[in-house]
């Protein structure tokens, strides 16, 4: 797939979304924040649930989590969580076991089967990947957050322009 072609369709589904730009900019950070967490298979709960919660903009959270959770950022995600995690918990999680269990999941077993993957990773592994998440996610949402207010606000003063001519 060309890269171009695919930041352009997603820059021009942002450009489309209809709503209040600080809505619309709080779903596109809880969809950052929640897309850098690795929580995989509860990314849509997630999201449904904090815009519900938060009454923000659940498509442009979607859209946000799809931007920064696909097959090309899975790695260096859980990777790096994995990192901060270990330094900032009590726990050891090695990238050896995340790397097996990875392999797995890729190879896109179901819903039932990823869950008990997940499970039979144990606890430890699930508070180190939320820990180093979280905190990995902290600047990427700020930065999506202020990114995306300021585009929202543009198209805003865009469409009352063509509007008043």
């Known amino acids: 797939m060309n890269p171009k072609r695919t930041a352009k369709y997603y820059y021009i589904k942002f450009t489309r979304l209809q709503g209040d ?15 850098v967490i690795p929580i995989t298979p509860f990314h849509t709960i997630a999201v449904v649930s904090a815009t519900f919660i938060t009454r923000t903009s ?6 946000a989590t799809l931007i920064v959770c696909n097959p090309l950022t899975y790695i260096p995600q859980y990777y790096f969580s994995i990192l901060i995690g270990n330094i900032l ?4 999680f090695t990238w050896e076991r995340m790397k097996a269990v990875l392999n797995i999941l890729l190879a896109k077993p179901g819903f039932m089967e990823s869950m008990k993957i997940l499970g039979g990773i144990g606890y430890e592994a699930v508070i180190v990947l939320l820990v180093g998440g979280s905190v990995l996610a902290i600047p990427f949402t700020i930065a999506s957050y202020g990114l995306s207010l300021r585009l929202f606000i543009k198209i805003k ?3 009352r322009k063509k509007h008043i001519l």
């Open 58 to 63: 659940t498509i442009a959270g979607f859209l």
């Open 89 to 92: 918990t009590p726990y050891n």
């Open 157 to 159: 003063e865009q469409r």
């Open 21 to 35: 730009p600080q809505s619309l900019a709080f779903g596109t950070a809880i969809g950052t924040f929640l897309g």
